[in-house]
């Protein structure tokens, strides 16, 4: 499955960001789909992750409260809609997806298999 993540941008502190990110090559509810970002000097970070039908999700402790995942299996697509936005936020953001049978989600990048291009988001204070 190729991915490909879009929506960034720069915004300020407190507003809001929808990210996307597009699935095509694969049956798109056979993975699971995780969100990560990696701000510059800093080590990949996960910031959250769905199951394959949406039931189950899980956050990082520094984006919870603020963010949600959700998908549309019917369009290939997952999103991450980032709400009261901080500069700490600011990153590239990838896509990641997993194939599997179960409703499992992941949250370590090293167990996914797929990665989207990133979409930077810039966070002013």
């Known amino acids: 499955v190729q991915l490909q993540a879009f929506g960034g941008g720069l915004v300020q502190a407190g507003g809001s960001l929808r990210l996307s990110c597009a699935a095509s090559?694969?049956?798109?509810?056979?993975?699971?789909v995780g969100w990560f970002r990696q701000a510059p000097g800093k080590d990949r970070e996960f910031v959250a992750a769905v199951s394959r039908v949406g039931r189950v999700t899980r956050f990082s402790d520094s984006v919870k409260g603020r963010f949600t995942i959700s998908r549309d299996n019917a369009k290939s697509t997952a999103y991450l809609q980032m709400n009261s936005l901080k500069p700490e936020d600011t990153a590239v953001y990838s896509c990641?997806?997993?194939?599997?049978?179960?409703?499992?989600?992941?949250?370590?990048?090293?167990?996914?298999?797929?990665w989207g291009q990133g979409t930077q988001v810039t966070v002013s204070s």
């Open positions: 090559g694969g049956t798109f509810s056979d993975y699971a």
């Open positions: 990641a997806a997993r194939r599997t049978v179960t409703g499992a989600f992941y949250v370590n990048g090293h167990d996914y298999t797929y």
